[in-house]
């Protein structure tokens, strides 16, 4: 049976329509993130590299090593959990979560990533000494291994990985540095822990929903349990017979009997009684004496806190808030230990992003004296580790009210949503909306500034302007004719996990803890974009719910490519004249390809509820010679827009319409606010005219709205409590149509520099979103519209990140 928590007392209420922004509340010293959640972390903190995935206690709590697995420097730390200093860090040029002591406290052996070997790191005086190598295959490409878990025995002449790449696990001899046998595994795997005799192995099948159980002495799987989704982090209390298995994608933790091998318990660590995804459970440890079980929830930046005392009936004490993202957590004594992976805040970097070269990133140093020019927001991942004191009751119900004060998600809001009475956005499933039909636009990876900064309107800073009125005009067009949102950010860092909360409002723990090796250009298996089942949300994406609710659906470009659908709900509901990314066709194709298919579906009254268009050649192909150039590919992107809205607005069904329009994900450009603003519209006979909405938005607002109208129920936990749009629809409709504005440049203007960025740019891929690297992209796209020799200016920038500002003569 499920336990649900639910302290109503401690229900945080804020008016939702007051216009805030992303920072420090001075009131409440809570830090408001992007993505409308706030943090208090409890305790104190030190700074750790990008994004922290995986620490472990050495045999006697001695040692704790922290393996950092971001997008730009990867590394090891060795620190003292007892003073709370770092005692030395390694930077490693591929690593993932796998990592294990020795038991006699001498060796630290840490996953290598995809260079698919183990580095054994002797420790010697309190230092990482130099490291030799496992070799478990050719590195990759030739190999696809990526040892993930690992476990050594006690007597250190075994050690266990398991691997993500080809579902193995590798039984190694860690003396002879030898692989001595491989078992193939039936899915991804994520963790692997010895029992405390060492005659089994239990590894969590991430892609699996089960554990395998591996004997030791005849090294073959004996038995599956089956679990929750997306099984990770894996715990046993000291006697070994109950073992704990984080549920990522159910928000649980299976508590197996190991005596029987079947699940006796299953514990909802959520803060409300909700079936939602959003809470992405994922760390565990126990208390000193057994009877307190922790539980990281990466989602709700928080700790669930259970008595266990009593297997079978556990029992919630209530939640302990942390830093971002915790990924997690480990007990020594009195001290609760959480790494966070995303940090403590999202406070603006008082010195900004600016272009860096390879020479100034190899002088960043770990522990939180980060160089303080990095600017692409995948790399701006530094992560925390938080020490907390172990709380007594009346410290614990104050965290849990800190907890709910801190999500604007309940239970009672998955059923009524913010509103007004008479609004043309219902507040609840079933209500009635005058929308019939509505259609969303998404784009590729611009920022607000980028493109709005030049509105007086809104909260611009037209100095971050590229693409302004004379690119855009139509874009501008209906940011002034319909509403101007300057305070809506994007719920994703990247295209990776972009698509996937544009369209579940959700990134499951697989990709947000994958994507950042890939966009380091270290290797791995890619293809989020609805290309692997281990990637998607458990109960899929807002297709599948338009396929249970009955609700017609149609996706141009989006999850596809022309008829060839990604996933299941697609298969059939594919524009065959629709391409997905490609930025050698121009937007004008796409536009031509939906503009015939929505005619010939409306000759026969077929129109569907729900149609997806990908238009997305904002991304541009920077300065690679003869390629369209950045201007030109945001106006053809425009254009494009433009013709749809014209096209639509024309047409019969137009007074029954609505278009959301919107940005997967901000990261190729800075932002004076936030590396998640963006621009986005909302366009439609039921939206508001000539008016600035400053009310704060984010990628499953949109999603929300669209749900409401179409009788939807939300897909997690974040568009439940997202604020949906309301405020941007009026219930006096205007059937005015839209006139598409033309280009005012060339959109066949073409890159002819023969210069040191169209050299840069030749060594780009282009062959899918985001291959290229972002962060030397920005800065081409920059100086193809300011000039070669112009310098990327430092706008004050939010983005998981604390920098601690260098003194000035080490920035001279």
């Not at 719920?491 to 499951?508: F, I, K, L, R």
């Amino acid at each position: 049976m499920k336990k649900f928590i639910i302290f109503f007392a401690f229900v945080f209420v804020i008016n939702q329509t007051q216009a805030q922004w992303p920072g420090k509340i001075e009131k409440t010293s809570q830090i408001l993130l992007p993505n409308g959640w706030k943090l208090s972390p409890a305790g104190r903190s030190i700074n750790l590299g990008d994004l922290p995935l995986n620490m472990q206690l050495s045999s006697t709590g001695k040692f704790l090593a922290v393996t950092n697995n971001g997008q730009s420097i990867q590394s090891l730390q060795l620190i003292d959990p007892k003073t709370e200093a770092i005692l030395d860090e390694q930077v490693l040029a591929k690593s993932w979560y796998g990592l294990a002591f020795s038991k006699d406290e001498q060796h630290v052996y840490v996953s290598g990533g995809n260079d698919n070997w183990i580095l054994d790191f002797r420790i010697e005086n309190n230092k990482l000494g130099k490291s030799d190598t496992i070799k478990l295959g050719p590195v990759w490409p030739k190999g696809k291994i990526s040892p993930a878990g690992i476990a050594v025995n006690k007597a250190n002449t075994r050690l266990y990985t398991v691997t993500k790449e080809d579902s193995t696990l590798y039984i190694i001899n860690p003396n002879e540095k030898k692989v001595l046998k491989k078992v193939q595994l039936p899915a991804i795997a994520y963790s692997c822990l010895l029992s405390p005799d060492g005659n089994k192995l239990y590894i969590s099948l991430w892609g699996g929903r089960a554990v395998a159980i591996v004997s030791t002495a005849s090294e073959e799987i004996v038995q599956q349990v089956l679990v929750g989704d997306h099984p990770n982090e894996l715990l046993l209390n000291k006697k070994g017979n109950f073992l704990f298995v984080a549920n990522a994608n159910d928000n649980t933790v299976s508590v197996i009997n190991t005596l029987t091998n079947k699940v006796s318990e299953t514990i909802a660590t959520t803060l409300y009684a909700t079936q939602l995804t959003g809470s992405t459970t994922n760390g565990l440890a126990l208390s000193t004496n057994e009877k307190t079980l922790y539980i990281a929830n990466a989602d709700n930046n928080c700790l669930a806190v259970f008595d266990v005392s009593r297997p079978g009936s556990s029992q919630s004490l209530g939640f302990i808030p942390v830093g971002w993202y915790p990924t997690n957590v480990k007990t020594l004594g009195s001290k609760i230990l959480v790494t966070n992976g995303k940090g403590n805040t999202s406070l603006a970097n008082p010195e900004g992003p600016q272009p860096i070269s390879k020479a100034d990133n190899s002088g960043y140093q770990m522990g939180g004296t980060a160089n303080n020019k990095l600017q692409y927001i995948a790399g701006l991942f530094k992560g925390t580790l938080s020490f907390i004191d172990v709380p007594k009751a009346e410290q614990l119900k104050s965290y849990t009210a800190q907890v709910y004060a801190n999500t604007p998600f309940s239970d009672k809001r998955t059923i009524l949503a913010d509103g007004e009475a008479g609004n043309p956005i219902p507040r609840k499933q079933g209500q009635k909306s005058p929308i019939k039909h509505v259609f969303y636009i998404i784009k590729e990876n611009r920022t607000y500034d980028q493109v709005l900064g030049d509105l007086p309107q809104g909260n611009g800073d037209s100095s971050l302007t590229l693409f302004g009125k004379k690119i855009t005009p139509n874009q501008h067009a209906l940011a002034e004719d319909y509403v101007l949102l300057d305070n809506f950010y994007v719920d994703a860092e990247v295209s990776a996990d972009g698509h996937n909360w544009s369209m579940a409002a959700y990134a499951t723990d697989v990709i947000e803890k994958s994507w950042p090796t890939g966009y380091g250009g270290r290797g791995g298996t890619g293809n989020y974009e609805g290309g692997r089942p281990i990637t998607y949300p458990k109960d899929g994406f807002i297709w599948d719910y338009c396929q249970r609710a009955g609700i017609t659906y149609r996706s141009y470009g989006e999850f596809g490519d022309y008829a060839k659908a990604n996933i299941k709900s697609l298969q059939g509901h594919m524009c065959p004249a629709s391409p997905g990314f490609d930025m050698d066709i121009t937007d004008q194709v796409r536009a031509d390809a939906w503009q015939h298919d929505f005619d010939s579906l409306l000759n026969v009254g077929a129109v569907p509820q729900f149609s997806t268009l990908r238009i997305s050649n904002d991304h541009t192909s920077g300065q690679k010679k003869g390629k369209v150039s950045p201007q030109a590919a945001v106006a053809d992107n425009d254009l494009a827009v433009g013709r749809i809205l014209e096209h639509l607005s024309h047409s019969p069904i137009w007074k029954e319409s609505v278009v959301f329009i919107l940005e997967d994900d901000a990261q190729n450009g800075p932002d004076h606010v936030d590396a998640h603003r963006s621009p986005a519209y909302v366009v439609g006979p039921y939206v508001k005219r000539n008016t600035a909405v400053h009310t704060m938005y984010s990628t499953s607002g949109f999603l929300r709205t669209m749900e409401l109208i179409l009788g939807l129920p939300p897909m997690s936990q974040y568009d439940a409590a997202a604020v949906p749009l309301f405020e941007c629809f009026t219930s006096t409709p205007d059937f005015k149509p839209y006139t598409v504005k033309q280009p005012l440049i060339d959109l066949d203007t073409r890159n002819v520099a023969n210069n040191e960025s169209s050299r840069r740019s030749e060594q780009f891929n282009f062959a899918k979103e985001d291959a290229a690297p972002d962060l030397d992209l920005n800065e081409v796209v920059w100086k193809s519209v300011k000039g070669e020799h112009s310098v990327m200016p430092a706008p004050k920038r939010s983005a998981f990140v604390i920098l601690e500002k260098k003194k000035k003569d080490d920035d001279d």
